[in-house]
């Protein structure tokens, strides 16, 4: 086989999928299907506007929070707790294993670590001058 390695200036979805395609094959073939499911709990004011809320998706038995948003004028309410713990009985109905996110120094390593998650690593300078963490939360034993 021959091949070369060139720089997309402006990557699009088709070269994104390509490039996802095979691996998705890889991974299915070594751990079986994924059967990625989003989840999203909207947080609308009396206009039915989206104000905030939390998206994620179920995969390989595990439930990543991409997103957590909470309405600046609704923090300090338990808002995000109950997004949190609604986005944990979501998981548990789906037989989850666990849940695990991410999130900056700067926002809320605090809240989640007081809602029982684990921190499993961090990336220093990420933006430069602060910190990324990652956190799980099991939801069932280990094997």
Same mark, same amino acid.
């Given at each position: 086989?021959? %091949?070369?390695?060139?720089? %997309? ?15 998705? !094959?890889?991974?299915? *073939?070594? !751990? ?9 709990? $909207? ?11 939390? =998206? ?17 004028? *609704? ?7 109950? $997004? $949190? ?38 990336? !220093?300078? =990420? ?17």
């Amino acid at each position: 086989m021959t %091949s070369r390695i060139e720089q %997309s200036q402006q990557p699009t979805d088709a070269e994104r999928e390509a490039i996802l395609a095979p691996l998705r !094959a890889y991974n299915a *073939a070594q !751990a079986g299907p994924g059967n990625p499911q989003p989840i999203a709990l $909207l947080v609308r004011d009396e206009h039915e506007q989206i104000l905030g809320g939390l =998206y994620g998706r179920v995969f390989y038995q595990w439930l990543f929070i991409e997103l957590l948003s909470v309405p600046e004028q *609704a923090r300090g309410q338990g808002l995000g707790s109950k $997004l $949190l713990q609604m986005a944990e009985e979501l998981a548990r109905d789906k037989e989850c294993v666990g849940i695990w996110l991410d999130t900056f120094d700067f926002q809320a390593p605090d809240f989640y670590r007081k809602h029982g998650y684990s921190e499993i690593g961090q990336i !220093a300078d =990420y933006p430069p001058g602060h910190k990324r963490h990652f956190f799980q939360k099991r939801l069932i034993n280990a094997l």
